[in-house]
């Protein structure tokens, strides 16, 4: 099938499965995140908590990828990644970030906007530790984001990684670790059909949550 302007045109969906109310939506918006994120863990999405990272540089050239949730609380939803990866180095210079998540069986759209912190030493090395063993050797090997010649480069890491540290404690590397985004703003989006969705965005304003409707 040829990829053409009239064929993406022709793409729609009428969303029916849901609505979302003010009466309905919690007060606070995490608690209203774990209800959604329980009924998309229900509804045995694919990876329900993979979300679109989305971070700038320090010239404000905007930058997208997907990462995994591995916490999410009153104190603000965390990843891991290597802190030189491009992500990394541009939380550096500008610690702030939005995150998307996106439920197509239920028809959902989380939008999340904050400060990043980095985690503390102990939570990083406490996760680290939870890991199979695999993927704590592939975040030692991994130069994430940098170029490298060939695949074999890092296969052959492995392999020497995996023997050395056979019945061992892996250590977690200095550059691998925890960051927290601390929301300032969260949206929730729910698909009506005609395109007239739900949007009710949430916003700390002196230290408490304020909910407004928004036009779709």
Known sequence: MELTKELLQSLRQDYKS?????????????????????????????????????????SGKPNARIVLLKGADENGFSFYTNYLSTKGKELKRNPYACLVFF?????????????VEKLDKETSEAYFHSRPQGSQ???IVSPQSQ????????????????????????????????????????EFWQGRSSRL????????????????????
């Open 103 to 115: 439920w197509g069986e239920l028809e959902r759209q989380v939008r999340i906007e904050g400060k």
């Open 137 to 139: 050797i592939g975040a």
């Open 18 to 58: 849901a609505e979302l109310t003010e009466n309905d939506a919690n007060k606070n918006p995490i608690i209203q995140f774990e209800k959604w994120f329980k009924e998309a863990l229900d509804a045995q999405i694919f990876e329900p908590n993979a979300m679109t990272l989305a971070t700038a540089d320090k």
């Open 147 to 186: 170029v490298i010649s060939n695949r074999a480069v890092l296969e052959q890491k492995v392999q020497e990684l995996t023997s050395q540290y056979q019945g061992k404690t892996i250590p977690k590397p200095a550059h691998w670790g925890g960051y927290i985004v601390i929301p300032t703003s969260i």
């Open 197 to 216: 969705h739900d949007r009710l965005k949430y916003d700390l304003i002196n230290g408490k949550w304020q909910v407004n409707r928004l036009a779709p």
